[in-house]
């Protein structure tokens, strides 16, 4: 005769299942210990920086943005494994999805993360979010990332290679391209 799961009792019992879930995720995945070391890093880095609360409230998004998405990830990759241990397209296309989402929540934290820190890289603090566009170094970031965006997008379309290899449009050369101009 199988155990019934038992519900947790009251608030303390659906915290305690909450916090092992994310030591779970933490001890089972890789990424999501990545990103845990990464969070604790920024969030002990913060305070060195002197940030103001908005730049650290930037940041806070951004890293429970990150953990979110990862944790949500994790439970539809064991759901998955679950209901279909053997090899599905669809299967693999929603964990595909659900690392997609990761990817993207993790992009978001990139530009939150730089957001908050760009004053540092201006001479002027005070003017950072008047001179953001004005900055070749910004302009040539955000154009990098639209030219990869595009390829994707391309390759995506004409459905030759993969993403990130082979196949045309070249990203390398698309790149290339973007940052030589």
Known sequence: ????????????????????????????????????????????????????????????LAITLVLFAELVNTAIEVVVDLVSPDFHPLAQRAKDVAAGAVLLASVGALVLGYLAVSRFFYTDGASASHEFMRSTGNVAIISVVVVVLLVILAKARVGKGTPLHGGMPSGHAGVAFSIAT
């Open 1 to 60: 005769m199988k155990a019934e799961p038992t519900k947790p009792k009251g608030f303390i019992g659906s915290l305690n299942c909450a916090i092992e879930g994310i030591l779970w995720a933490a001890k089972t995945q890789r990424h999501m210990l990545f990103h845990l070391v990464a969070a604790i890093l920024v969030l002990i880095g913060a305070p060195v920086l002197h940030l103001t609360l908005y730049e650290f409230a930037l940041l806070a």
